[in-house]
Nanobody
Framework: QVQLVESGGDLVQPGGSLRLSCAAS????????MGWYRQAPGKQRELVAG???????NYADSVKGRFTISRDNAKNTVYLQMNNLKPEDTAVYYC?????????WGQGTQVTVSS
């Protein structure tokens, strides 16, 4: 059974950092485009960052220069390093795996940025 398990969410002060991890039990993990999405209360889920099978990264304008996505295909894991966090980054963060024919979501991890 395919699972994406996120971890690393927490309560952090503005300006702080967090590193999210997503461990994927997916065969041929390296063939999936991986992404991090977030959903704040009352808002639609939005793409935060993505990384292709070849390691090309893309970011939402709101997080460019602050967040970094990376993947370790040997560990079937994707990471999101978040620096200089702002209150508007508060949301549930979801991991996504996008394959040619299959598409998976994790259960989400809460990130709260507040003083």
């Amino acid at each position: 059974q395919v699972q994406l398990v996120e971890s690393g969410g927490d309560l952090v002060q503005p300006g702080g950092s967090l590193r999210l991890s997503c461990a994927a039990s997916i065969r041929f993990f390296s063939t999936y485009i991986m992404g991090w999405y977030r959903q704040a209360p009352g808002k639609q889920r939005e793409l935060v960052a993505g990384i292709t099978t070849g390691g090309v990264e893309n970011y939402a304008d709101s997080v460019k220069g602050r967040f970094t996505i990376s993947r370790d295909n040997a560990k079937n894991t994707v990471y999101l390093q978040m620096n200089n966090l702002k209150p508007e980054d508060t949301a549930v963060y979801y991991c996504n795996a996008n394959g040619v024919t299959r598409h998976y979501w994790g259960q989400g991890t809460q990130v709260t940025v507040s003083s």
